[in-house]
């Protein structure tokens, strides 16, 4: 879009030629539009809007890594948000399907990103949500990964961890992996 919008300027900057006063204000009004959307770019934190700008650590990275090599040639699941997953679609690729579902939560309008919100609104439901999984994608393998940086984090890690002492955490917390095996 740079290329069209630099034109689209120089021809609105051709057509002001010889008009001090109305160039002088479109310059202006130019500059306002570059600097607002400059801002934009960035993330913040702020009263009226949350954007954080999350991008994967190496703590994902080793999360996904632990989960591929736990499970080994296994069926598995994972319930995890849009970092992990990417990560490790990324890492692992498009490895494994189960009733038409990828292993992880991806897309996150699927069937499967709901159930991981359902622990993160409610993780006292653990064992009802594990069900629910395990009957949509017939694995009995599930891991449930939680990053630090999720509402509530500290409260869902307590829950789970009183639902399973197969825990694994990497990066002092920062991603928090609960390993369920519902045979």
Excluded: C
């Excluded at 057509?15 to 570059?34: D, N, P």
């Excluded at 954007?51 to 080793?62: F, R």
Aim: net charge positive; charged share 15%; aromatic share 14%.
């Amino acid at each position: 879009l740079l290329p069209l919008a630099v034109s689209g300027y120089q021809s609105v900057l051709a057509s002001l030629k010889g008009r001090t006063f109305t160039l002088l204000v479109a310059l202006l009004v130019m500059s306002a539009l570059v600097t607002v959307s400059w801002y934009l770019l960035y993330p913040r934190f702020d009263t009226r809007s949350q954007n954080k700008g999350y991008s994967p650590s190496s703590y994902d990275y080793a999360a996904t890594k632990w989960i591929h090599e736990d499970a080994g040639d296994g069926e598995y699941v994972v319930l995890a948000d849009q970092t992990v997953s990417a990560v490790a679609v990324g890492s692992y690729g498009f490895s494994q399907y189960h009733k038409k579902m990828l292993y992880y939560p991806l897309p996150t309008n699927g069937r499967l990103y709901p159930q991981f919100l359902r622990v993160t609104r409610a993780p006292d439901n653990i064992s009802q949500i594990l069900q629910d999984v395990r009957s949509m994608t017939g694995v009995q393998l599930i891991y449930i990964a939680i990053n630090d940086y999720w509402n509530d984090s500290k409260k869902i890690n307590e829950v789970l961890s009183s639902s399973t002492s197969d825990r694994h955490s990497f990066g002092d917390g920062v991603v928090t992996v609960y390993r369920f095996d519902t045979r």
